[in-house]
């Protein structure tokens, strides 16, 4: 969804700030984690989900937008989406990215676009540029979701990179002037900074405008649903993480963070429903690095959830590598939507994090006000070429451009080739996914 006002958390934002401290520690572009996966700790009990705050309105640019993405419905789409007619279906479309991951080079990158392009740059810092050329898909989903893998330090610094993560609030309004409504926020890096490395990331999101889902800065949060409405649609969203990287959940604070555990997902799931969302998302940062095929823990995870009747959406990250989409009933599953920015692919035994996919699925009411998916669309992206500018290519637009010939054209139709490979690797063509072509 289009947001392009400046952000009312900005100036709330700078005054948290300590100075520029700059780098303490080099961010590097080091993996994820180290640590092998880990084991769930034990469920919460209890229901819920994650951020408080008032419902967000989903009116504007997109409401308004005609949306190239979505299909014919089966039944006809009335002029007026605003409006419910017992003849009509309501369509809500859900954009799904992955991991927002700030290593060095991205801030780098984000320091020299200020000095070239400083409207909305804060703290030396400005993000929207990379973002630039992937915005208009972002902006025209009625719900756009990204994956924050890391805490937020505050304004100014001092920032740390790997092992553990404290990155630039900078990019939150840069995240939300780009389309992004809601960033999940439960991964292993979650409470790299402890309990107030996680509040002080949740806080920059409220002050910004994004809704979140994952972690949560009390037990009260936890059991709150993210809720989202779309024209009078509802749609909830709900996040979890496979371990913490062996760091210990905040003391006394069994529910900072939502761990993948499959009971715990369905209660959850049901209580979202039970709250009035009409549309169940949920988000698992999981999975094996590197690795496109999705480990045991994903499947098991996709398929109850998929299965349960409460889940219309199951979507991961956290491998940084793309995996396949796959349809489990009438259930979308995106195993791994890979990286969404981050400079991985500069190592050159990581270059297959290089590319990268959006993902949006559309979900149409039916006659009897159940929402269900009639279409899923993947649209190839990537992080540029290392020669190149740190951006995201918008792979359909710039292979559509014949005057990208020669090398690079190899170069970045090798990256979208890459993307339908890993994305179709389960066959989902035969299930309905298109993927957006030159
Ligand atoms: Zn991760």
Not at 65 to 93: C, E, H, I, L, M
Not at 179 to 190: E, I, K, L, R, Y
Request: glycine share 10%.
């Amino acid at each position: 969804m289009s947001h392009l006002g400046m952000p009312s958390g900005r100036t709330r934002s700078a005054r948290l700030g300590v100075g520029a401290i700059g780098y303490a520690v080099l961010l590097t572009v080091a993996a994820c984690t180290s640590s092998p996966v880990a084991t769930p700790s034990a469920p919460l009990t209890g229901t819920g989900g994650v951020s408080t705050g008032p419902v967000a309105s989903k009116t504007g640019a997109a409401a308004a937008s005609p949306a190239p993405t979505n299909p014919a419905p089966t039944n006809p789409t009335p002029t007026n989406p605003t409006q419910t007619s017992p003849a009509g279906a309501r369509t809500v479309s859900i954009t799904v990215g992955g991991d927002v991951l700030l290593h060095e080079g991205v801030v780098n990158q984000a320091r020299a676009d200020a000095k070239t392009q400083p409207a909305g740059a804060s703290n030396g810092l400005n993000f929207r540029p990379m973002f630039a050329e992937v915005r208009s898909t972002i902006a025209k989903a009625d719900v756009a979701i990204c994956n924050l893998e890391t805490p937020l330090a505050p304004a100014g610094g001092p920032y740390t990179g790997y092992p553990t993560f404290s990155v630039p609030q900078d990019v939150v309004p840069a995240l939300k002037d780009t389309g992004f409504d809601a960033c999940t926020t439960a991964s292993n890096h979650t409470v790299d900074k402890g309990f107030a490395g996680l509040s002080h990331t949740l806080d920059v999101l409220d002050a910004n405008g994004l809704k979140h889902a994952g972690s949560n800065r009390s037990l009260q949060e936890r059991n709150t649903p993210a809720m989202m409405d779309v024209r009078g649609v509802k749609v909830a969203l709900l996040a979890y993480g496979y371990g913490l990287n062996g760091l210990p959940m905040p003391a006394g604070k069994p529910w900072a963070v939502n761990l993948i555990d499959i009971p715990t997902m369905l209660a959850d799931a049901k209580a979202a429903r039970a709250a009035g969302a009409q549309i169940v998302a949920v988000a698992i940062h999981g999975g094996d690095e590197y690795v496109s095929a999705p480990n045991a823990q994903q499947r098991s995870a996709a398929k109850a959830l998929a299965e349960s009747g409460d889940v219309d959406l199951i979507y991961g990250h956290h491998v940084h590598v793309l995996q396949p989409i796959d349809k489990i009933g009438d259930v979308w599953v995106a195993y791994g939507m890979g990286n969404f920015v981050h400079k991985q692919h500069s190592i050159p035994k990581l270059k297959a994090t290089q590319a990268e996919s959006l993902a949006t699925f559309t979900f149409t009411e039916g006659s009897d006000g159940r929402f269900r998916a009639t279409a899923a669309e993947a649209r190839p992206i990537a992080m540029a070429e290392t020669t190149e500018r740190l951006r995201l290519v918008d792979l359909p637009t710039l292979l559509a451009d014949k005057a990208v010939t020669g090398a690079r054209r190899t170069a970045y139709q090798a990256l979208y080739d890459r993307s339908v490979t890993a994305l179709l690797a389960l066959g989902a063509n035969a299930k309905g996914l298109t993927i957006v072509k030159p």
